[in-house]
Structure formats: structure tokens, C-alpha cells
């Protein structure tokens, strides 16, 4: 964590601030390398690199990394009548302690999403009047949480690494996918086989959280697959194409890849869709490198798609930051983005074609790194950049 | 729906108001009976009974139940910059084409959780400036808020078939993970086997969107499931107390159960705890009559096992509101309790007891619908109440 904590002294520097309050899970994962159990965790990180988690009582702990002080605070007992003032004077106390006022302390007023902590059936239970109690007097601007948030873009060695992980347990679910493929089968009996793959995996070495949210579409269903990405009943036919949309969070990184494969032998017109959208994702794969910039990576595939004739099929952007999140913040890889690539980015590249007059659609998605050299595509195993 | 219309249009009545404006998923569910995809949708209900959904073009729309009017607003397009304000100038229209202005219109501001949309991966992506401009002008008072929420409360007679609908999935579900019960499988494995169960329903006739999630303890892991519940890696033995907690999502209603079981023979003295929780359940069920207090059900579960000498080990409530999430607003069952049983309420009954001294936890939780007649135990496969 020593790279991160140190981006975040050098964030805290920037903008004249002694420490930065965060509730969101995804924010405690940057900061602390913790997912939260229950979605109720505060961490306060200050100028000196002092961590602190402030937890329920009831978190399990056990996952903390060293290096962090964790606090209890009395949530879920049934003796204590309002858990969150409790939890908002353990806060202060850690303030005064230091001598450190709520005016030089910092918090993200607004993120569009957030992600999940482990207990995923339900938003996480922050009262609002919590997080406003919690977050008043602390230094809420717009030019800060933009600096913030860009701390999402670049990943440290170790952040890359753990989302390496995460996508190689995501590659173990598609392949459990693959395998699960026979005509006569539901969409959603196939996506639950790629949940229950990642699922498994909890406890291997280095695993103490692995879930995935698969989303499988069959036959002319995938015409649909650029609008909403949903698993039916439908049951798979010999020729369809058979399409998934993968989500995987493993310790609190995430992976976000799609597929989509000719269950059998596809029609000619079916496997001409998939080879311009494989073609599109090569062409991005190749434009891409430390300096370039956003749009031009999305030229690169819309080109390629255009030159196929399915310029107006492609209705998405070609590719967003991932790894915090099922979608971090940052620029997309869109038309008209000024953003640029940068070593330690991890953007997915997943472009898409959707064919209602051919009933049937068709993306691509992977999860690539930026390295000094170009780039590396974390979720190898099937895609090869062919230079 | 048109029992629950009647219900809404009685709740404007009495706080004066011409509408309500709502976009939290298990709102629609209450007010449309219908489940959000991505978590995007606004539902305007008029006091004429009027019912209005605002939705994403990206949205599948085909679950949208009939007499329910579906407006289309341009999220997700890459031509769009601020879809948002589109969508606040479309419902603007809608109350001026009637002549209806905001401040009689009613809002929830507050809400402590709500439910998942479809897209379960993240977050609802509203960004909160346009949760803010879409509710600004409307009346948000506490009193407005509790009494929004009391409507969730008593469930409606379609609205107990659907919950029971979801119920008969978990218990499809609990089957599943019974069955994967075997010395040398993990924690994991079998909640996955639980999970794959459900989501496998999809398709099935009533049923378009099934989700399951599954946290399975075993052996000494079981003394913490007062605290929490998480999946483990653990490899079951012969003779472990083996305990599910499992929320099931069936087309936006939920339910909540847990089992404990023993892994082939338990040893006398944990057999002891699970016996002491369920005489403590069927005590709990026995005492329950619409007119009951709350409180008077927990007393009833906590004597039980008192009189078996786990007093102490019972940490949490005997129950709580389900149906339209996994923890609906309203009353626990709890001491000190002043709520009081009616008709058509659905509670959790789940008393525990977790005994780290034995090493070794138990609970038992099934959803208890309230009938002028006395209760019905919705996921009473297994349950039966001896009277």
C-alpha cells in the first residue's frame, strides 16, 4: 500500500488538507485496500499516512490489512438507541487527539455510484442524516473531488496485481460458461454456472471474497445486448450466438469482460458481425499506448466497424476506467474525449455491434493495462493482440 | 394493483397531496409492481391513480405492468450530455399538462436502505445533484416520510402471492443447498449450489428476474453468525452445524430465511442449541395473532431459550419487515417494541443463539404473514407451527 499512501499524502498536499473522510466502499478499497463488510465503514486518512477504520462492532475485522488502526463502534446492538453519534464522536476524538479541525479534513460530496460492500443484497444502511452528520464542517468542493477521483485513474503495482487476480478468477467463471453452452439450455442456467465458478473460489489462496454478476443473452436477444444486458429463460439453439456480460469482484477489486461466442456453427451473416466486432476490439488493442488519447482508441474501432458497414450498430463507448468498480470514474474512450492514456490506466476495450435487421448482436470486452511499453491485456487468456 | 392504488390514493388524501414522486427501486415495486433494470426509473403516481414510469431508453421496458405509463427520457446514449435534465423537464410537462404543481407533490426524502435494481453490480448510478433537482420544490417532511413508509407495512393480496412466489423459489434455493451438503465441500461451494438454484428459475412461468444470495457458515464459523455472515473457504466436516442466511429477489420481492442443519450426526451439545432456537421459533410463532404486540413475540422466542440457558447468546431482534427488500421499513420485532400485528404484515421470525463457547451458532428464520385468522408461515416446507 506504500505507493497508494503516498499518491494520497501527495493528493492531501495539493489541496491543502490535513486528512480525507470516506464512507463509500469503493473509496476504502482505494485507501485502505479493505472491503467493507457492511457498507458502514469510515476511514480517515491523514497527512502523516495514518490509517484509520472506523468498523461496526459487528464486522468481522479479519480482513483489515496491517497497517491500519480499526475502531469499533456499537452498530447493530440492540442496546444502543443511535449507533452513527457514537461513531460520529469516536471521529472527533481521533481529530482533537491530533489536533486536527473538521475545516482541514476532506470529503467526496458526490460520487456517481459507488460499489458494493460484501453484503451485496442491499444498499448499504448509511443513514443520510449519518453521512451528513459525519461529513459536516469537513472541506466538500468541486475542484477537490475531481482531484480526488483522479486518484482512480492510475493504479499502483499492487493494485495491478489484485485486479490481475480478479481476472483470472473472472476467466475461470467464462470458462465455466464455455463449458456450460449446450442448446436446450436457459441463458440464465448458463450465467448462474459462471456466478457459481467465481463463487467457488472464495478461499483460495489469496481469495477471501470472490462474486460475479453474469448477464447472458441468446439468439435474437444479443440484437438487444447494446441497450440492457438481462439473462431469460430463453432456451439456447444450435447456430445462436450466445453472448455474457461478466462482472467480478474479488477482495474488493473488480473485472468487467464480455464475450460472445457462435454456439455451434453460426450463419454466415451472424459470424460476419463477430469477426468486424473482433476485428474493431484488434484495431483498438493496437491504437492504444502511454500518450494516447481517448477518442482516438474509440476512432480506431469505429473505424474498423465502419469499414465493415456497421458504423451506426456500434451505440456505445468503446471503453471506461474499471478496477475500483465495476465502472470507475475517469474519462470513457468515446468520441470527442480529451482524455489521454497513461501507464497504470486500466480501461476496458469493448466494442460492440447490434443488428436488429440480422437479429443478433455482439461485444467484445477486456480489461487492459497500460504499461510504460503499450499495453497489457489483463484478461489474456483468449485475447491476443496481434501487432 | 388496484388494491394497493386505492391505498396510495388514501395516503394523498390524507397528506394532501396531489402525488407522489419516487425512485428508489423497492418504491416502484410498492407503488407500479414493477423492478427497476438499471436503477434509473422515476414513478410519478397521481392522486386520479394515475401512474406514470420514467425509464431510460436503455431500459428493457417489457416488465412494465399494464395501466402503467411508460415515458422514455435518453440516458446511456452517447449523443445525450445531460440526460438528466431531459428527464426533469419530462415530468415537469407531465404535472403542468395536468396543472398539478410541485409543492403538492410528495417526496421520500430519506429512506435507510432500499433494494437493488436488475443491474445488482453497483450502485444506482442517479448522480445525487439529480436526485436533488428532480425532488426540489416537492414537500419532504418527516411526517410525509413515516407515513409513506408505514404503506409498506401491510402487503396487499397480489402482493402476498408474489412474495410467496418468492418464497417458493428460496425454498427451491434451500433444497439446492441441502443437497450439496457433503464433508469436504467449502462454505462457498454450497451457497453458490444455493445461488445457481434460484437464478436457474428465471424464465420459468411468473418468473423474470430470480437472484439469490447465499452466506453459508459451518462448524466454528457459526458462533458468528450473530455478527455477520460471509462464505468461507472452510472445508465442511462430519458433524458441523452447517447455517444459510439467504435473501431471494423474485421479480423485485424478497425474502429472508435462514436454516442451520447438522452435517450428518451433531454432537449433544450442539444439538442442544439448535433444538433450544427452534422451540425458541415455535414459540415465537405461537404467540403471534394480529393484535400482538412486537414486543410480546420477541419476549416469547427470548423465554425460550432462556429457559434452556441461552439467554445471552440471543443478540438481535426476532424479526423484522420483508417483501420489498430484504429488510422493509416498519418495526422490529424487538424488546421493547411498541408495534403491534396486523393483517397482511410479513415479518421475519429468527431467533439465535451463538455460543462461542461451544463453538458452535444456530438460527432459524422463516417469513410470517399475519392473517385475520393468525399466521402463515410462507416458507413452511419445512416449518410447521405446532399449536
Known sequence: MTE???????????????????WRPDELVLQLGHLSYWGLSVSLLLASGERILFAPELDPG?????????????????????????????????????GVKRNVIGTLRHAHRSSLPVMAAELPPFPPEAIEAISSGTVQKTATDAAFLSLYLHKTRDEIEKIRLTNRAALA????????????????????????????????????????????????????????NRSSGRHMEEGDLVFIEFVTCVNGYWSDLTRTV???????????????????????????????????????????????????????????????????????????????????????????????????????????LLTPAGVEVLSSKETEVNP
Open 173 to 228: 467463471g467464462l470458462d465455466a460458461w464455455r463449458a456450460a453452452l449446450q442448446p436446450g439450455r436457459t441463458e440464465a442456467e448458463t450465467a448462474a454456472a459462471a456466478e457459481t465458478a467465481v463463487h467457488a473460489l472464495t478461499g483460495r489462496t489469496g481469495i477471501h471474497y470472490a462474486r460475479a454478476w453474469a448477464m447472458v443473452q441468446s439468439g435474437p436477444h444479443t440484437a438487444d445486448a447494446g441497450r440492457f
Open 62 to 98: 479479519d480482513t483489515v490489512p496491517e497497517g491500519v488502526t480499526l475502531i469499533r463502534y456499537p452498530w447493530g446492538r440492540m442496546d444502543c438507541a443511535n449507533p452513527f453519534e457514537i461513531l460520529q464522536s469516536l471521529i472527533d476524538q481521533e481529530l482533537r487527539r491530533r
Open 262 to 368: 457462435a454456439l455451434g456453427k453460426a450463419s454466415a451473416e451472424h459470424e460476419e458481425v463477430l469477426s468486424a466486432v473482433a476485428e474493431a476490439q484488434q484495431a483498438a488493442l493496437r491504437s492504444m499506448a502511454p500518450g494516447v488519447s481517448a477518442h482516438t482508441v474509440d476512432a480506431a474501432a469505429r473505424a474498423a466497424l465502419a469499414r465493415r458497414g456497421f458504423a451506426k450498430n456500434f451505440t456505445h463507448a468503446t471503453g471506461h476506467h474499471t478496477g475500483f468498480r465495476y465502472h470507475d470514474p475517469g474519462f470513457a474512450l468515446a468520441p470527442g474525449s480529451s482524455g489521454r492514456l497513461e501507464p497504470g490506466m486500466i480501461v476496458t476495450i469493448e466494442p460492440g455491434a447490434y443488428v436488429p435487421e440480422r437479429n443478433c448482436g455482439a461485444r467484445l470486452e477486456d480489461d487492459v
Open 4 to 22: 497508494r499512501i503516498e499518491r494520497m499524502r501527495g493528493f492531501l498536499a495539493s489541496q491543502h488538507l490535513a486528512g480525507w473522510l470516506s
